[in-house]
């Protein structure tokens, strides 16, 4: 069998995977659409992030396990763009708390400054230590008068300074405006993977990774505590969507008429437009970010940044900057992260700071591009979508696995509680597994790079 009719069966076969959970009814396919679609399109934002996991890992040997930062940015900016301002927040404290950053930022570069200028002995160790304590206690003393008569405002409701209204008061206006938080998304990802960069790119790979994980830590604890910016634990709901409300199509008449015409109620048809029209958001976006990843790979610029990969001292010495290389590639990978946060954010219609767990975030996201194929950018994609349906039909395969074998026992049996409380559990044995066997069989993955 040759690779590209190898390659053409897994993409043929995955299909086939979504198709059945749409269109049959046997096993644990539930014959669903509604379900099929719901799966396709967290498949789609999965295969989004793991294009850009690849592309740090994949072209640059760069192991980020801090992938849900990036993530959660992008959320955080899907609610800066998109959602109304706060009444009076900003005359309240807003212009505070931004004075306040602005003092700190002053201080932390000024202390740098006052370091590098000052002669080296006790003077300046001191005198740099002073500037920072002081600098601290002012931007305090601001920042947190500003802070305290934001989050005053309706805690309940608000209690935070809000965005910038681009989602519009419904979608008939400027619902398509969501999209423009997207990219938004993108560039705070790339900006906080510039600092990490900056700062990090240095360590070896291990220490890399400890580094990546615990500032993506710091990012969520800020966006967790900090209810100014984004109501912490209390979340942000109601974010403006890119696609209609099921309301206002199932109340649109000639949306009734056409819905009735397939056979379908207005409810159903209703929730699979939407969910379509998601599909093909996600869909535009992923093909565009593959077809400029695959133009990059195949570029000089891709060449080289295999070549440092693969021998980082050889690479210097032909004169590459393998640094500043390794912060370009850093930088592109955390934004299409970022981008994909925003996407789901949309998706998911709120901001749940505590839903960001590395499982989910890093775990998950680091199985799809071992098992589809580090270094090539269409196995990182197939693995995306492969990896996602077994994330979500392990549970029911679960249950009826544990249906089968305790068929024989008492519904109050020992042995038929176990195996259904183990059913839940059965999603983490099942990709350990999985990545256990693409190890050992196709350690390359199932596309690997040519």
């Known amino acids: 069998m040759t690779i590209s009719l190898r390659n053409l069966l897994l993409v043929v076969g995955v299909a086939a995977l979504y198709i059945l959970e749409g269109s049959t009814t046997f096993w644990i396919f539930s014959g669903s659409w509604d379900s099929a679609l719901k799966m396709l399109n967290f498949a789609l934002i999965g295969a989004i992030m793991s294009l850009g996991v690849n592309l740090q890992w994949g072209f640059a040997g760069l192991f980020n396990i801090g992938i849900m930062g990036f993530v959660a940015l992008g959320g955080l900016a899907t609610v800066l763009v998109s959602m109304p301002t706060t009444p009076g927040a900003w005359s309240a404290g807003g212009w505070q708390i931004l004075a306040g950053l602005a003092l700190g930022a002053v201080t932390i570069v000024g202390a740098v400054k006052l370091y590098g200028y000052l002669p080296k002995g006790r ?26 008569a934001v989050e005053a405002i309706d805690p309940a409701a608000t209690g935070y300074l809000g965005g910038l209204n681009w ?31 900056k700062t990090a790119l240095g360590l070896r790979s291990d220490y890399l990774a400890i580094a990546t994980l615990g500032i993506a830590e710091i990012i969520i604890a800020v966006m967790k505590n900090e209810d100014w910016l ?36 207005p409810t159903t ?14 869909a535009i976006f992923l093909v565009a970010l593959l077809w400029l990843a695959q133009r990059a790979l195949n570029s000089p610029w891709g060449r080289m940044m295999r070549a440092i990969r693969d ?39 709120q901001l749940t700071p505590t839903a960001y767990q590395p499982l989910r975030f890093t775990f998950l996201i680091w199985v799809m591009v071992i098992v589809g194929g580090s270094g090539n950018n269409f196995g990182a994609v197939l693995g995306g979508f492969l990896i996602w349906w077994l994330w979500v039909m392990v549970e029911p395969l679960g249950l009826w696995i544990a249906e089968i074998s305790t068929a024989g026992f008492d519904a109050d049996h020992w042995f038929r509680i176990r195996m259904e409380d183990a059913a839940a559990h059965f999603r983490l044995f099942t990709m350990g597994l999985v990545l256990l066997l693409v190890l050992r069989f196709s350690p390359r993955g199932l596309m690997p790079e040519k």
């Open 123 to 148: 003077l300046r160790n001191l005198t740099t230590f002073a500037f920072i304590v002081l600098g601290f206690f002012a931007f305090r003393a601001v920042f947190d008068g500003g802070v305290a």
């Open 167 to 197: 989602g519009g008061d419904n979608y008939k206006d400027y619902g398509w405006l969501t999209v423009v938080a997207w990219p938004v998304g993108g560039v705070f990802a790339a900006g906080a993977a510039w600092i990490i960069g």
């Open 230 to 265: 984004s109501r912490g634990v209390k979340n942000v709901n109601g974010l403006p969507r890119p696609v209609p409300y099921e309301i206002d199509l199932q109340n649109d008449l000639g949306f009734v008429e056409r819905a009735a015409s397939l056979g379908l109620d």
């Open 269 to 282: 048809a209703s929730t699979l437009y939407t969910k379509m029209g998601y599909a093909i958001l996600f």
């Open 311 to 349: 021998n980082e001292v050889a690479a210097e010495a032909m004169g590459k900057n393998v640094t500043a290389r390794h912060l370009q590639i850093f930088i592109l990978g955390s934004a299409i992260c970022g981008i994909a946060g925003a996407m789901m954010t949309t998706l998911d219609s």
